[in-house]
């Protein structure tokens, strides 16, 4: 399945980018496949609960332990996330930038809100769970896509859904920096000349279900 944004665009385009300062206010401004086999996956009882817990997957998504959020990252277990792509009615999508505080791709680009699926929660829940987390919307979801975990997605089964909506989000400063609206196009074209400025999953997914 391919992503078109919707039609709409005017013939002049300024992006639009929301700056999130420390409090839940949003100021509105104008700017110009290897697969890894984990070693003895575990179940939630031999962790400790002080972290998120992650389903940990052999390379067709199959669930076959759990571990915490660090032991996965640490050894590049294969484990689920999602991405949400929000269209606004002009065609434009939004990206964010990652917070600094981050601890995998800190200040760069990625989806419209993303997140890696919990122990035990299916695909769809935890999208709609991440876009109402991160920027505080709501909406219908649309199934995009998936991608198999390897390098590329940071060994994360991913699942792409999109949505178009006008509602004013509210982002999470934890997680996001700003936020911006831009055409595909030109998306695309800046993804070209500056790839490390954007999450190697996000890389993938415009690669895939972009054009």
């Not at 929301?18 to 575990?42: C, H, K």
């Not at 609960?49 to 640490?74: K, T």
């Not at 911006?180 to 800046?190: G, I, K, N, T």
């Amino acid at each position: 399945m391919r992503v078109r944004a919707p039609s709409g665009r005017s013939a002049v385009h300024q992006p639009s980018t929301w700056i999130v300062p420390q409090s839940n206010a949003v100021i509105p401004v104008q700017l110009p496949s290897v697969v890894t086999v984990p070693p003895s996956p575990g179940s939630a009882a031999d962790f400790p609960m002080s972290e998120e817990l992650f389903d940990i997957c052999d390379e067709h998504d199959n669930v076959i332990g759990q571990a915490p959020r660090s032991h996965v990252h640490a050894h590049n277990l294969l484990h689920r996330a999602v991405h949400i792509w929000a269209y606004n009615s002009a065609g434009e999508l939004m990206i964010h930038l990652r917070s600094s505080t981050k601890d995998q791709y800190p200040n760069c680009y990625t989806s419209s809100a993303s997140g890696h699926v919990d122990a035990g929660e299916d695909y769809e829940t935890a999208a709609y769970r991440e876009l109402s987390e991160e920027l505080q919307l709501a909406g219908a979801l649309e199934y995009v896509g998936k991608l198999p975990a390897g390098p590329a997605t940071a060994y994360e089964h991913t699942v792409l859904y999109r949505l178009t909506t006008d509602a004013t989000p509210q982002p999470d400063p934890a997680e996001i920096a700003t936020i911006e609206f831009h055409p595909v196009e030109r998306l695309l074209a800046w993804v070209e000349r500056e790839p490390q400025r954007f999450t190697p999953p996000l890389r993938e997914l415009l690669s895939a279900f972009a054009e």
